[in-house]
């Protein structure tokens, strides 16, 4: 079974940095494309960033030019530096995958880790 671990969530000030990481395992499959979301208290999951393959990322407005998403193939590995960090970004941030299927298969399913909490005080 495929398993998706994030780690690197924590409390921090207004203003301050934190590096999350994503590692990816069990997969017979290689990565296609990755992506963090996060949800806060009370609200619905949203996404944050997301990378292709090749590299190509995309962000939310809110975390535009303040986070920045990288992946690391050879260790199945996804990172989401955040700086500037502000209360709004508080909530549980999760990475999720999907996977290349083999040559004329369907695409695969989304897969999702359990999340890491991040918390920023005022």
């Known amino acids: 079974q495929v398993q998706l671990v994030e780690s690197g969530g924590g409390l921090v000030q207004t203003g301050g940095s934190l590096r999350l990481s994503c590692v990816v395992s069990?997969?017979?499959?290689?990565?296609?494309?990755m992506g963090w979301h996060r949800q806060a208290p009370g609200r619905q999951r949203e996404l944050v960033a997301t990378i292709t393959t090749d590299g190509a990322s995309n962000y939310a407005p809110s975390v535009k030019g303040r986070f920045t998403v990288s992946r690391h193939d050879a260790n199945n590995t996804m990172f989401l530096q955040m700086n500037s960090l502000k209360p709004e970004d508080t909530g549980v941030y999760f990475c999720s995958a999907d996977f290349i299927p083999p040559a004329g298969w369907a695409p695969t399913d989304e897969f999702w880790g359990r999340g890491t909490q991040v918390t920023v005080s005022s």
């Open positions: 069990r997969s017979p499959l290689a990565i296609r494309n």
